[in-house]
Structure formats: structure tokens, C-alpha cells
């Protein structure tokens, strides 16, 4: 029943930034932990971050910690990834995704919905 939509992906050069957005439509986010993954060509899907429902609980890929941070506003069953500082490296589709569950979780497998992805592609 739940969809997820993401977008605010583009072409960035390196050290730019860009905010992701993730909205879902059919049911509130507002019981749902949300996460961000990425996979870009010739690799396998790959964490990113991750939120509960919350908002207390936020884990990060060590890769971009320090530069990305997820956050979220219920009232407009959104999610965010704001990523600053990106490489060449964050190239990558980015892909939204819903569990239904408070708990917020690192392992795509845990999760029930997500969304078509939108590219990011970062120049150096």
C-alpha cells in the first residue's frame, strides 16, 4: 500500500551538494523506520542510512558519515538524505526505502517498500 517517490537527484561536481527527498503516498510514514541505499554500476547495493520512526535511532555507512545526514518529517511523510561534500565515489542510483517497523535496520532485506531510485551522479 505504500509507495515511495524519490527525487532531488542530479549532476553535481565534486564537493557540491545535493538533498534527496523521499515521500510516501497511501499511509503515513509516521510507524515506519525509513533508509537510503545506493548501488552504483557494476556493484552491489550498499547501506547508506537509515532512521526510525522516531527519529532517535540513525545509523550511517562509514563511508559518508560526517558527510550525509538523514532526517525526516512525518507530518509530510518525508524523508531526507542531505549529502554534502560528495565524491566521484557517490555516484550512484539512490534508493528510498520503508520498513514497517519502528526499528530502524541497516540490511535491505528488512525492508517492505521502496522506491524507483533517482540518479546521482557526482563529476570530479
Known amino acids: 500500500q505504500v509507495q515511495l517517490v524519490e527525487s532531488g537527484g542530479g549532476l553535481v561536481q565534486a564537493g557540491g551538494s545535493l538533498r534527496l527527498s523521499c515521500t510516501a503516498s497511501?499511509?503515513?510514514?509516521?510507524?515506519?523506520?525509513a533508509g537510503w541505499f545506493r548501488q552504483a554500476p557494476g556493484k552491489e547495493r550498499e547501506f547508506v542510512s537509515t532512521?526510525?520512526?522516531?527519529?532517535?535511532?540513525?545509523y550511517h555507512n562509514d563511508c559518508v558519515k560526517g558527510r550525509f545526514t538523514i532526517s525526516r518529517d512525518n507530518a509530510k511523510n518525508t524523508v531526507y538524505l542531505q549529502m554534502n561534500n560528495l565524491k566521484p565515489e557517490d555516484t550512484a542510483v539512490y534508493y528510498c526505502?520503508?520498513?514497517?517497523?519502528?526499528?530502524?535496520?541497516?540490511?535491505?532485506?528488512?525492508?517492505?517498500?521502496w522506491g524507483q531510485g533517482t540518479q546521482v551522479t557526482v563529476s570530479s
Open positions: 497511501g499511509r503515513t510514514f509516521s510507524r515506519y523506520a
Open positions: 526505502a520503508a520498513r514497517d517497523s519502528v526499528n530502524a535496520k541497516t540490511d535491505g532485506f528488512e525492508y517492505d517498500y
Open positions: 532512521i526510525s520512526w522516531s527519529c532517535g535511532i540513525r
